[in-house]
């Protein structure tokens, strides 16, 4: 482990740094992309949108690209499909490209036949395809055991909220031209995003006394060196300013700047629990 | 057929000689270790316990790193050794995230030299040869099943013949490990379980280490 003292090493609280520091940090972002790019079919599914449509099908790819940018064998990556009867890697990875796949159909049905009976059998398809990639991405992170902080039923739960969040606000960015579609998409943003601040207050709160080591990985968001990231950009920005501004006003600029911090705000959320990740000492200590 | 090691903590002195005599018989590159002592001190002076703990991949009997592994890179072998085959490793690195005993190690920069800017040792370059390693992929302790095929192939026992026993095990000076076949009820190792009540490291993580320790 680059940058752990060998004395320090699995005897005192050890961070994860595989997925968090140098390359890892696109872990962070492939969570992202894969949240967002689900939520946001889902939305536009529901707000039938078919540009938020497109855009969430270009976002599932860049989420399949960021996660093959990590790895240091990216020419290898076709294998990481072998084995989705137990890892969830697996299992993402086949619900990205299966998303592609139907998604894209789906795309070219709705585009030049809309209203067709085959259109809503592929409608459903990629719905069911992208809540796979959006809720994908917390299962690989919860069933890490090892990790206390990771290792909580929340997580996917809350991941899927944070994505449909991101989507919202994306979708509300992109139909800004269309003012009735993005006052309607602000309505449902205002009740999710509170949705996700209980989620996220609910997934720490449990942190805090279900074990020693998720209570330290805890502290460390709430009060320690991830403290400055998580109130400023996953709390404040990310979703109070962003709730006050939809309350209060709804013109196009508050449109646009409240989907731009939510959006910041999801990045910073998955950079948080990547970068909380402890693991317990092996060896007692006082 | 399932091998085990115990460990007698008592007997550990901390001298990194298991450590050395790893990076030795697998020409393990700069930053790579595949076994480790573990020292910390509890309690307050005069009555201080200074505890050693000699950890590597427990071998488990249930191993998360396999579960995870998304191209079947990590398999267990029939006699319960936990491998890595370095040619379907993609270094996504999920193994060495869901493993508690953090056991793994990632080979990120194949240029790196035990004496930077003087070159490579005349072992370095041996172990390019005998021992490759392919960088960017995850490695750990394989139990030396090197030692163990070829010596099982010559008609050795492992645990008992030098030449079949993990090279971590003969290197002991104080002889504080012991290596076997857990499920022969006669091996010492299983014997040493029973005697002296041997137990798994961190048992809580349900991983069903193979690997035992003893005061």
Redesign the interface.
């Known amino acids: ?2 940058g752990t003292k060998p ?1 320090d ?3 005192k609280y ?1 961070p ?1 740094r ?2 968090i520091e140098g390359h ?1 940090i696109l872990i962070a972002f492939a969570l992202f992309f894969g949240g967002i790019a689900g939520g946001l079919y889902l939305v536009s599914l529901y707000f039938d949108s078919l540009l938020g449509m497109f855009i969430a099908w270009i976002l599932a790819m860049v989420t399949g690209l960021t ?1 093959m940018a ?5 020419t ?2 076709w ?5 989705p009867r ?5 299992r993402g ?1 086949i619900f990205i490209w299966l998303f592609l796949g139907v998604a894209a159909i789906q795309l070219a049905i709705t585009y030049w036949t809309d209203g067709t009976a085959i259109e809503t059998v592929f409608k459903v398809l990629g719905g069911i395809m992208a809540f796979g990639v959006a809720i994908y991405s917390g299962f ?1 992170v919860g ?5 206390k902080l990771w290792n909580s039923a929340i997580v996917p739960i809350l991941f899927v909220v944070a994505g449909v969040a991101g989507g919202l606000a994306l979708l509300m960015v992109i139909s800004v031209g269309e003012s009735f579609l993005s006052a309607d998409v602000a309505i449902a943003l205002r009740a999710v995003l509170i949705g996700y601040a209980v989620c996220l207050a609910i997934y720490l709160w449990v942190a805090t006394y279900e074990s020693t080591v998720a209570r330290d990985s805890a502290m460390r968001i709430l009060k320690g060196n991830i403290a400055p990231v998580f109130w400023l950009l996953v709390v404040l920005l990310g979703i109070i300013v962003p709730i006050i501004m939809l309350f209060t006003a709804d013109s196009t600029a508050v449109f646009i700047i409240s989907g731009i911090l939510i959006i910041i705000g999801g990045v910073a959320l998955r950079y948080s629990i990547l970068k909380a990740g402890v ?8 | 057929m399932r091998w085990g090691m115990v460990i007698e903590q008592k007997r550990c002195i901390g001298c990194n000689a298991c450590v050395l005599a790893c990076k030795a018989e697998h020409f393990l590159p700069p930053n790579i270790l595949w076994n480790r002592v573990l020292i910390s001190e509890t309690g307050k002076y005069p009555a201080v316990n200074k505890l050693i703990y000699n950890i590597r991949c427990n071998q488990c009997a249930e191993p998360k790193c396999v579960d995870v592994c998304p191209t079947g890179a990590t398999r267990q072998r029939e006699d319960g050794i936990v491998i890595i085959d370095e040619n379907e490793c993609v270094g996504c690195r999920y193994c060495m995230i869901a493993c508690p005993y953090q056991a793994r190690s990632f080979y990120e920069d194949g240029d790196a030299e035990y004496f930077p800017g003087q070159g490579l040792t005349e072992h370095e370059k041996i172990g390019k040869t005998l021992y490759p390693h392919e960088v960017g992929v995850v490695q750990k302790c394989n139990f030396c099943k090197e030692r163990i095929d070829e010596g099982l192939a010559k008609g050795l026992k492992p645990g008992v013949d030098r030449d079949a026993t993990p090279a971590c095990v003969i290197s002991c000076p104080t002889q504080a490990m012991h290596f076997g076949d857990l499920d022969d009820p006669n091996s010492e190792i299983n014997r040493l379980i029973k005697e002296k009540k041997g137990k798994p490291f961190h048992p809580e993580y349900d991983t069903k280490p193979s690997i035992y320790y003893i005061d």
């Open positions: 482990m680059i004395y090493f699995m005897v050890t994860q595989d997925w890892g996660d990590h790895l240091s064998k990216p290898r990556f294998r990481m499909m072998l084995k137990t890892s969830w890697i697996s990875f690989v069933y890490v055991g090892a990790i693991y317990s000492p092996l060896v007692p200590t006082d």
